[in-house]
Nanobody, 123 residues
Framework: QVQLAESGGGLVQAGGSLRLSCAASGNTFTMSNMAWFRQAPGKERNFVGYVMWSGGTTYYDDSVKGRFTVSRDNAKNMVYLLMSNLRPEDTAVYYC????????????????WGQGTQVTVSS
C-alpha cells in the first residue's frame, strides 16, 4: 500500500503562490491515480484536483480551475499542487490521496491519505 506525506504548506498573502508536494512510498505509485483534497475548519473534506497515473489527464474543482495545477513526477514518486492567485477561502489543510475506484469527487473513492499540510491565506 502506498504511504503519503504532504509538505510545502504555510502562510501566504492573498494573490500569492505555493507549491505543495506529496511524497509517495510503495511500488504501486506509478500506476495510481492521485488527487488533492482540502478541509477547512468545521467543514467537509472537498475535492481539489486529480491526476491520472500517466500525468496526462487532470480534473479540477471549479473553485480552483485556472489557478491550481496538479502534476506528478513518477520517477521521483512525487505529486504536486501548484497554487496561484491564492484567496483567503483557500485556507485549509490539504491532503493527497491515492485513488481506488468510484467517483473522483468522493473521499470514499480513495485508498490512502497523507497527514495533510496547512495552507493559510491572509487577506
Amino acid at each position: 500500500q502506498v504511504q503519503l506525506a504532504e509538505s510545502g504548506g504555510g502562510l501566504v498573502q492573498a494573490g500569492g503562490s505555493l507549491r505543495l508536494s506529496c511524497a509517495a512510498s510503495g511500488n504501486t505509485f506509478t500506476m495510481s491515480n492521485m488527487a488533492w483534497f482540502r478541509q477547512a475548519p468545521g467543514k467537509e473534506r472537498n475535492f481539489v484536483g486529480y491526476v491520472m497515473w500517466s500525468g496526462g489527464t487532470t480534473y479540477y474543482d471549479d473553485s480552483v480551475k485556472g489557478r491550481f495545477t496538479v502534476s506528478r513526477d513518477n520517477a521521483k514518486n512525487m505529486v504536486y499542487l501548484l497554487m496561484s492567485n491564492l484567496r483567503p477561502e483557500d485556507t485549509a489543510v490539504y491532503y493527497c490521496a491515492t485513488y481506488r475506484s468510484g467517483s473522483i469527487w468522493s473521499t470514499s473513492s480513495y485508498r490512502s491519505w497523507g497527514q495533510g499540510t496547512q495552507v493559510t491565506v491572509s487577506s
